[in-house]
């Protein structure tokens, strides 16, 4: 699995097809800490959701870094396609935490905020970005070629589960009416909803912990469903 990961990152930096999402995702960064003081934590909520939409972008460049006819060599040689996304997601997980980790630093680093941040605001920071990260990556991939031929409708997939998940979050209010169907739905707004409590905060609530480890799990089935479509479609 190692000596796949390898391969298949050195083969993604060949393609260059990462300079754009990284590009966008270091102007959002100054741009966003371009004038201070900043609120800690709504700062965090701008790029957490940046990096969301990011992340869509780098797993499908990412999935489709080989032509058709090198990824079933490759796949031949990592003895199935399941190692060989499994390897791909685990590449887009090393990304996602790395951006996350950034996310939280730079601000700190240029003294961006109004207050020093603490701990807590740290903590809610990264995870914050990291779980929408890969809720990003797990509702992206279900668009790749794996699933999806078209590489229009890639894209367009893409674009769409995504805004559609930001949209839902907005509506969060009036789906709770409709007898829990906001659980089955992409759970963006927890993110935004825990990040929004106001630099104030002294202490993480419990359910905190739980909203984070549900956006987690949201993202395991995601990705669970993933694997269970290619082997149906593969049949």
């Known amino acids: 699995m190692i000596s796949l990961m390898r391969y298949q990152l050195s083969n993604y930096a060949r393609t260059y097809q990462y300079v754009p999402p990284f590009s966008i995702f270091i102007l959002c960064l100054v741009i966003n800490y371009t004038f201070v003081p900043n609120p800690i934590l709504d700062s965090f909520s701008f790029t957490s959701i940046i990096l969301f939409f990011l992340m869509g972008w780098f797993t499908v460049t990412l999935f489709h870094s080989e032509d058709e006819g090198q990824k079933m060599i490759t796949i031949l040689h990592a003895n199935g396609s399941t190692p060989y996304n499994v ?4 590449i887009n997980i090393v990304i996602a935490f790395s951006l996350s980790f950034v996310s939280i630093i730079y601000p700190v680093v240029i003294h961006a905020f109004a207050e020093k941040p603490s701990f807590i605001h740290l903590f809610l920071g990264f995870f914050a970005h990291f779980t929408l990260a890969t ?45 829990g169907l906001i659980w089955v739905l992409p759970p963006v707004h927890l993110s935004l909803e825990m990040l929004a409590i106001g630099d104030q905060i002294t202490s993480i609530p419990s359910k905190f912990y739980w909203q984070f480890a549900w956006i987690l799990v ?18």
């Open 135 to 179: 809720l990003g990556m797990a509702l992206s991939a279900l668009f790749t070629r794996d699933l999806v031929k078209n590489k229009q409708n890639t894209w367009w997939g893409v674009i769409s589960v995504l805004l559609f998940a930001i949209v839902l979050a907005t509506l969060k209010d009036s789906l709770d009416q409709l007898n």
């Open 218 to 235: 949201y993202a395991g089935f995601v990705i669970t469903l993933f694997f269970l479509l290619s082997k149906l479609k593969r049949k």
């Open 87 to 90: 390897s791909l997601f685990i």
